[in-house]
Structures are given as C-alpha cells and as structure tokens.
C-alpha cells in the first residue's frame, strides 16, 4: 500500500569544501546528534528518573539509526511510566526497523489500547498485516483511521488495495472512487479502478480509467492493456 514515513525525522550533514582540495581530515567534529546526546545526558544527571527525557534520548538515537540503543533508552522510560503511549509506538518503529514483526504489532497494540486515536499506529499496524497478505486485518486498521482523518486519500488508496488484492472488488471500486475525488491525480488510484471493473467484467469503465492513468505517467502492465481492450 501506499506508505507514509511515520518514522521520526533523519537530517543527512552534507560537507563541501573550496574547489581543488583533495582529501579532508576532519578532527573532533561533533555532529548535531552528538551534541544533543550530551546536552539530555547533562539534564538527565539531575533528572534521572524523567520518563520523557529518556525517551528523547531514545528519539535522538533512532535519528541516528542507532535502533538498538534507542530501543534501550525506550524501555527505562517504559521502566518509569509504563502507560506512555508515545513510548510503546517508538518501541514499535525500533522493532520494525530491526525487523520483529510480532514484537513491533504487540508494541503497536498496546499502544492503541492506550491511545485509541493515534492514526499514526494504526496505518503502522495496518501495514504491517497488508505486507503479511493479513488483508481483512489490515482494512480494520485502516478503516479506523479513515474515520479520524475521512479526507485522507491515502488511508482510502490502502483500503481499496487492501480490498483488491483480497479480491472484493466491488468493495475496493468505492474506495478508490474516494481516492480520486480527494486527488483526482493519483494515477495509481485510476490503475486500481481500471483492474477493479476489468475483473468486474465493466471494460468500458476499466480503459477509461487505465487512460487516465496512463496519462498521470503511472506504469501500466501490458497483460493488462490488451486484456482489457480485448474486451472493449
């Protein structure tokens, strides 16, 4: 499905130097994260016990890729307030970066038990069933959060893919139509309509929509192409 970066901001440091120079030495740099690690560190010896401050420790880390530290730094502050739901969906972005699935959905879980509006965990959550072909799994998340954010066409674009790639087309075709009310340009939406009402045997509706896509610059499989106007 389509996918938005709910994971935390990462900024690359891009060094340049005068025109001529060959190689370069860099001697005691310290980069922004570093320095961020040390002025927490500073606040953290009069605070030691603040939840928050360690989560942000945790935060500057997962910023630096550095996943297993952040996801220690994670869990002290769940050691000192275990209901921080910000806490519980950090967990569950280090999970997913390291690449525990079950560990990052029981993360996620427990995060909307505790948070039963944060749209951000369930598209994570959602997404991570969609990739597990878990599709009925991944439509409840989704379908959550498009009552939270209804004008959000990518919610609706992962509900109709969802919902395609499960085979129910005539309920993925609503959806996508939603899709493109809210943006009329995603192609990718008119290509799920074109293969929604081919398989629905509506082949006039499918090549309006594939010409369309085509027209938005969306790569169209040849199979599908003649299929469809093989039918018209």
């Known amino acids: 499905p389509r996918r938005r970066n709910l994971d935390a901001a990462r900024r ?3 060094l ?10 860099l001697v005691g740099l310290v980069f922004p994260g570093r320095i961020r690690i040390i002025k927490i560190n500073q606040a953290l010896h009069r605070w030691p016990y603040d939840a928050d401050l360690n989560r942000r420790l945790g935060d500057v880390y997962f910023q630096m890729t550095e996943y297993t530290q952040a996801l220690t730094k994670y869990k002290y502050a769940l050691s000192i307030d275990p209901d921080e739901p910000l806490a519980w969906y950090s967990i ?6 390291i690449g525990l699935d079950d ?12 948070k039963p509006d944060m749209v951000a965990a369930m598209l994570n ?3 991570i069933y969609f990739s597990k072909k878990m599709y009925t799994s991944a439509i409840g998340q989704y379908q959550k959060a498009a009552s ?9 674009y992962n509900i109709a893919a969802a919902y395609s790639n499960n085979e129910q087309y005539q309920k993925a075709i609503p959806e996508y139509l939603k899709v493109i009310k809210i ?3 995603m192609g990718d939406a008119h290509l799920g309509l074109a293969v929604g009402f081919y398989n629905l045997q509506k082949y006039s509706l499918a090549f309006q929509h594939l010409q369309i896509a085509k027209q938005l610059g969306v790569e169209i499989n040849e ?3 003649a299929a469809i106007e093989q039918n018209l």
């Open 12 to 14: 690359g440091h891009r």
């Open 16 to 25: 340049s130097g005068s025109g001529g120079c060959g190689s370069y030495r």
């Open 92 to 97: 569950s972005l280090c999970y997913g970066k």
């Open 103 to 114: 560990l990052q959905i029981e993360a996620l879980e427990k995060t909307l038990r505790l």
């Open 125 to 127: 959550l959602g997404n």
């Open 148 to 156: 939270l954010q209804p004008d959000d066409a990518g919610i609706h």
């Open 183 to 185: 943006a009329p340009k």
């Open 223 to 225: 199979n599908l192409t």
